[in-house]
């Protein structure tokens, strides 16, 4: 065949996953004969640049598409249910008269106190009231009634009720008031009335404590959708039932609170805030950036407020500057060297600049503050486990740091970034099941249509240069062959970054999988790590170590890991048992030594969280 005539045979199209996106190729036109002496690679550039010329006036462009992250809601909280009594009203009803426990004299008490029951006005969660006239149905017993007699046991629950604001509860939702011990004997059946009244008041009130303290009295699911949990639905009637049966009920009950030396923590710490004063506070101008050099009117308040928060130490180590110090705006060497000193012994960033971070560190917060967050706290603990694995890592989102607990103590713990407000980091639990070295990056939608798209517009050829794969319906493509004005709504395109030194994953992943695409990895941007204020991801967390926290949950040792990596070569290895992991978001929460830390709420979900508790308040006060 000659040259003219192999120059007239047309190219096979290249196959398209959906309609123009991918860009088909043009027939060959026949060569001049300075085409001839051309490379074949040059030849190529310039089909490829008459091809984008040609589609970008035919092909039809797509509307931009914007994934946007979830969305918070407008709390609608459980509404109170009237308690229908009639199942234990009527013996009938309930089919059971067997097992009354007869009195003394031969009168069922039990029996003659259903009375009360016909214009009992009660209100409980449905839940509580679904169970509790189960129970008594089925069992016509007293629980917390002998004879004519309140017990002791009832007493003590009643006591564990009464004090639930400890456990960052409301012991307004529980309060139940306890008959007086004495009554006039000639009324027996009125007695028997008001215990019987009594007996379902306590229950309800029991089993309406054991949801609220088991999980909490906000169902997060319905905050928003960065909060991802499967709402605890705990058997009321077993645990009734238990409870009835226990030899210390007041302790049985308690023990549905969260069990575990964090939540130990959180509650002294309440205690503990309740009964100080407020004080004197120091304040400092909310927008204070102040640099070395500067001057600045503020520096006697900053200078003040390290005088009332530094250590002894510290203070006596800059005795001279602080008896020489005259109120003077000009922050000059000496005061800086204090400020990072300052700084230093607080675990923040050395610098000597005073921003938001060392701002609220030398002022702090009050105490009504400080016990907003821990109950706020108490309340999230509620969605975790109620026992928290003894093997298990731990990613305080305001904190920045993730740990690894190993026989329930700390063995690790590291910075690390999270997700910028605009692409927040969810809060949910699951487990740990793989680790991935040398890992490609699998770009999320949201980046790849936020992001991506936009600039591939104007330079197809971006994901090539850059080490990226793409996928048109799980078909690999070149980058520079897809017509990205087309790619819209529906369009199945995938894309990946191969492993390497630029990979955003750095060197490795280790892997929850979840429906948010979280999970924690390596990151070639080491600097991050040397800022207080770490939000600057999409969402997953990055580690500071992230050789170390692979080396935990895999079970080894680093230096196994690093010759993991040293192949270069994409590598997955299975966690030999999955090790539980909370992302979670805690603005109070104990550190390592046992005392409560404080952060700033970087995605303002506190407030949302109270806003929620209000709405519950309102719709079981009827306010």
């Known amino acids: 065949m000659t040259i003219g005539m192999r120059a007239g045979v047309a190219m096979i199209a290249v196959a398209v996953a959906f309609t123009g996106v991918v860009v088909p190729t043009q027939p060959v036109q026949a060569q001049s004969l300075l085409d001839i002496f ?28 914007r994934i946007s992250g979830p969305r918070y809601h407008t709390y609608r909280a459980d509404k109170l249910v009237q308690v229908d009594f009639g199942k234990i009203a009527d013996p009938v009803v309930t089919g059971a008269i067997g097992d009354i426990g007869l009195a003394p004299l031969g009168i069922d008490t039990f029996s003659e106190g259903r009375a009360a029951l016909d214009t009992l006005d009660v209100r409980a969660l449905p839940e509580a009231a679904e169970a509790v006239v189960a129970h008594y149905s089925e069992t016509p017993k007293y629980i917390w009634v002998a004879g004519t007699s309140v017990t002791d046991r009832a007493r003590a629950v009643a006591e564990v009720l009464n004090g639930a604001d400890a456990v960052g509860l409301s012991a307004d939702d529980y309060r139940v008031e306890v008959p007086a011990d004495s009554f006039d004997l000639s009324q027996s059946t009125e007695r028997q009335k008001e215990l019987m009244a009594f007996e379902m008041r306590l229950s309800l009130a029991i089993a309406n404590y054991i949801l609220d303290a088991s999980r909490g009295r906000v169902d997060p699911n319905r905050i928003s959708g960065y909060h991802d949990f499967k709402r605890k639905n705990p058997d009321l009637g077993s645990r009734l039932a238990a409870l009835s049966k226990s030899e210390d009920p007041a302790a049985a009950l308690l023990a549905h609170n969260p069990q575990g030396a964090h939540f130990e923590a959180l509650a002294a710490e309440l205690k503990r805030l309740q009964d100080l004063d407020e004080g004197d506070r120091i304040e400092i101008a909310e927008n204070i950036l102040l640099k070395p050099g500067q001057s600045n009117p503020e520096l006697s308040n900053v200078m003040a407020a390290i005088s009332k928060k530094a250590s002894d130490e510290l203070k006596a180590e800059h005795a001279l500057l602080f008896a020489s110090y005259a109120g003077k705006p000009e922050y000059d060497e000496e005061l800086v060297q204090l400020v990072k000193d ?33 109950r706020l706290a108490m309340e999230r603990a509620r969605w975790l486990p109620g026992v928290l694995a003894s093997r298990r890592v731990f990613i305080n989102q305001p904190a920045y740091t993730a740990s690894y607990y190993n026989g329930g103590k700390q063995e690790l713990s590291m910075r690390v970034v999270v997700g910028k407000r605009s692409n927040q980091t969810y809060f949910f639990d699951d487990e740990i099941e793989l680790v991935e070295f040398n890992p490609y990056w699998g770009v999320p939608q949201s980046i790849i249509f936020n992001e991506m798209v936009p600039k591939l517009r104007n330079d197809p050829g971006y994901l090539d240069r850059s080490g990226y794969e793409v996928t048109i319906g799980g078909k690999r493509v070149s980058s520079s062959n897809v017509n990205w004005s087309a790619v819209g709504a529906g369009s199945r395109v995938g894309v990946r970054q191969r492993p390497g030194s630029s990979n955003a994953l750095g060197e490795l992943k280790i892997m929850f999988p979840n429906s948010h695409a979280i999970y924690m990895h390596d990151t070639p941007s080491k600097s991050l790590f040397e800022r207080d204020t770490r939000a600057f991801s999409h969402g997953c967390i990055r580690l500071q170590d992230p050789r170390a926290m692979a080396a935990k949950v895999l079970g080894t040792t680093v230096e196994d890991i690093g010759s993991y990596i040293a192949g270069g070569q994409h590598k997955p290895v299975d966690v030999p048992e999955n090790i539980p992991v909370h992302v979670a978001y805690f603005t109070a929460w104990p550190n390592e030594t046992g005392a ?11 407030g949302y969280l109270r806003k929620a508790i209000d709405a519950t308040v309102s719709a079981r006060t009827g306010s």
């Not at 074949?40 to 797509?62: D, G, H, I, L, M």
């Not at 300052?342 to 105490?367: H, S, W, Y």
């Not at 409560?596 to 709420?601: P, Q």
């Open 38 to 65: 051309k490379s074949p690679a040059q030849r190529q550039r310039e089909r490829n640049a008459r091809e984008r010329a040609r589609v970008k006036v035919e092909a039809p462009k797509a509307k931009p598409v």
């Open 342 to 374: 300052f700084q230093k012994e607080l675990g923040l960033k050395p610098d000597g600049v005073v921003g938001p971070a060392t701002r609220r560190a030398m002022v702090g917060i009050t105490n009504a503050d400080k016990i907003e967050k821990v």
């Open 596 to 606: 409560v830390s404080y952060y700033a709420d970087i995605y303002g979900r506190d």
